[in-house]
């Protein structure tokens, strides 16, 4: 037995003796955070049409030395645990069996973004992140964080790539339901109990890694354009509070997260670098290791260096500010800002090429292989923590008192905005537009036309326009406003029969007009029917308030400043408004 492999050494000895016997090539494999996929019954991907994924499973681990994946779709509990110990047999097969880091985007809730995070499926649902800071209760978030680590940990998953800590300035910012909304110090009390529940006071065999996300704060996009693609890549702050999206950030380091990753954007008219945070070292290893004392590990989002195939349409890699640059000379910018992974990237041969040829010091890749040893042992991936039980998998993945937690969880973030004749009572004929009638039908008599019905009830989504690229179709940008024809046939409703609307807000709707022809208005941010109905009849409390207001107009959305807070002029709805029952 080598050092490395003894359970009762230290940490660091193990550490520096796994470190010693690594050729460059097992070094640079460790550098790279890639995706995964599996099939259906649990085993790992041999073959691949390149659609999604380039390489192969056994490509990648055994071909390429890389062990750290996160895992693309939804599967059942017990297939996912299959695959993981599959996975973990075929990296302790390699020469030095180094085990796999596996980890995963956000899996419980209900926005459904290959790019971004996944539906429940078989995991507990809960609200989004938004609608965890509509109840504002650090304690619940808690409770959260260590449900989805008991669940992820069940699988297989030891690092999170959540929670996204961004402050939702730029109301029209695709990435805003997966934050704590547009108050700092909401969203830094918040995080602190979100990590602690994933990882516990500090890392150890029973954590899930947090790799809270994107520094140093993503939300003041300029138009709230994404920077995963080329037209969202700018970054700015005309309201000069740059600092202020720091805050959250600081309480995570606080609390002890074990991973940061700097967002895509590229800042424009302040004193940094006008390159992408994930290539900035005045961000990276001026402001976030030197100044706030970072020690953790940094990877940056994925697909920096190398464009890519998603869904069989070419993108560009997000290099902004870089893209003139070769992809060795973006990976060696990338380790000189301080970053030590690369996400969604698979290829270590450039970091060899880069080493080789002395643009880069074997010693920097030492750093940054250091790190990364230290995590997988502290998380036990070396000992008793490589393989998980497919059957207790089975068992905890949403487990009913988990599952309990979400939908209660669900109830208490619906936020009532206006409440006209709430709670409802007895049995009224019931019309109803994005409500299962199935589920109606347990609190009133179903009807088919709003002629018929005593009251209706109409659920809605947060417009967005329609992007005709397939990838970016999944993430909900451009105007707030329901379209003419749209909201002439909501309004038409409206004034024929009371009627209780319900809008999911993954982004603050202009809705104006419904807010004031509705008989009743409730905000939702993934929430099931039976809550929804619950809240209308009474049944369960409705505690959200507004996690960032609601704007009057799109002009005034136009006109608001992308990095202040709750910034359009004369909003229908304020920051923290709701209703009680």
């Known amino acids: 037995m080598h050092p490395y492999q003894d359970p009762s050494r230290p940490v660091a000895e193990r550490v520096e003796d796994l470190l010693a016997r690594m050729t460059l090539e097992e070094k640079a494999g460790q550098l790279f955070h890639s995706m995964l996929m599996m099939n259906p019954d649990g ?19 055994e071909g390429r030395g890389l062990t750290h994946f996160n895992l693309l779709g939804s599967y059942g509990a017990r297939e996912m645990a299959l695959w993981h110990n599959a996975i973990q047999e075929m990296a302790a097969g390699t020469r030095l069996g180094i085990p796999v880091s596996l980890s995963t985007d956000p899996r419980h809730a209900f926005t459904d973004n290959i790019g971004a995070s996944f539906n429940s499926g078989a995991f507990s649902a809960w609200p989004e992140a938004l609608g965890l800071a ?35 300035t730029e109301p029209r910012w695709s990435r805003q339901s997966g934050t704590f909304g547009s108050d700092a110090a909401l969203t830094g009390e918040l995080v602190r109990a979100y990590v602690l529940g994933l990882q516990g006071e500090e890392l150890g065999r ?5 790799m809270v996300k994107h520094f140093p704060g993503g939300g003041p996009q300029k138009d709230g354009e994404d920077p995963h693609f080329p037209h969202g890549k ?19 380091i606080a609390a002890g997260c074990s991973q940061m990753m700097p967002y895509y954007g590229q800042p424009v008219g302040t004193d940094w670098e006008e390159v992408g945070f994930g290539f900035n070292r005045g961000v990276i290893q001026g402001l976030l290791r030197d100044e ?26 997000r290099a902004w500010g870089v893209e003139h640059l070769s992809v060795a000379e973006r990976a060696a910018k990338a380790l000189d800002a301080g970053a030590d992974q690369f996400g969604g990237e698979e290829c270590p041969e450039v970091i060899v090429e880069l080493v080789a040829s002395g643009r880069v010091a074997e010693s920097r890749v030492d750093a940054s292989v250091r790190r990364l040893l230290h995590e997988k042992f502290t998380l036990g991936l070396f000992d ?3 393989y998980v039980d497919p059957d207790e998998a089975e068992e905890t993945v949403g487990r009913a008192d988990f599952t309990a937690l979400g939908a209660a969880a669900q109830r208490r973030s619906l936020t009532v905005l206006t409440d006209g004749p709430l709670p409802l009572a007895g049995r009224p004929k019931l019309y109803v537009e994005g409500v299962d009638p199935a589920a109606a039908a347990a609190y009133g008599e179903t009807v088919a036309t709003p002629a018929e019905a005593d009251l209706a009830i109409l659920r809605l989504r947060t417009p967005f326009e329609d992007r005709p690229n397939k990838f970016e179709s999944f993430f909900h940008s451009g105007s707030l406003a329901f379209p003419d024809a749209e909201l002439a046939g909501i309004l038409a409703l409206l004034k024929t029969t009371p009627t209780v609307v319900c809008v999911n807000l993954e982004r603050p709707a202009v809705l104006p007009e419904i807010a004031e022809h509705a008989a009743a208005l409730i905000a939702d941010y993934g929430a099931s029917d039976e809550a929804l109905l619950d809240v209308a009849f009474g049944r369960a409390k409705p505690e959200g308030r507004l996690p960032f207001e609601l704007p009057r107009s799109m002009a005034a959305v136009a006109a608001s400043r992308p990095d202040v807070p709750n910034d359009t002029e004369d909003p229908v709805f304020p920051y923290g408004h709701g209703l009680e029952l």
């Open 384 to 386: 008793e923590r490589r």
């Open 134 to 168: 509509a109840i504002r209760d650090p304690e619940l978030v808690f409770r959260f964080a260590d449900t989805v680590r008991r669940e992820y940990l069940s699988v297989g998953f030891r690092t999170a790539l959540h929670p996204q800590i961004d402050l939702a």
């Open 43 to 61: 085993t790992p991907v041999t073959e691949t049409d390149g659609s999604m994924l380039e390489c192969t499973t056994p490509e990648l681990i």
């Open 206 to 210: 029973d954590s899930v890694a947090a």
């Open 292 to 317: 706030l004392g970072f020690t953790g590990i940094v990877c940056t989002d994925w697909g920096l260096l190398n464009d890519s195939e998603i869904f069989g349409e070419h993108h560009e890699a």
């Open 234 to 252: 700018e970054q700015i702050y005309p309201g000069g509070l740059r600092d202020h999206h720091l805050e959250p950030f600081k309480a995570a």
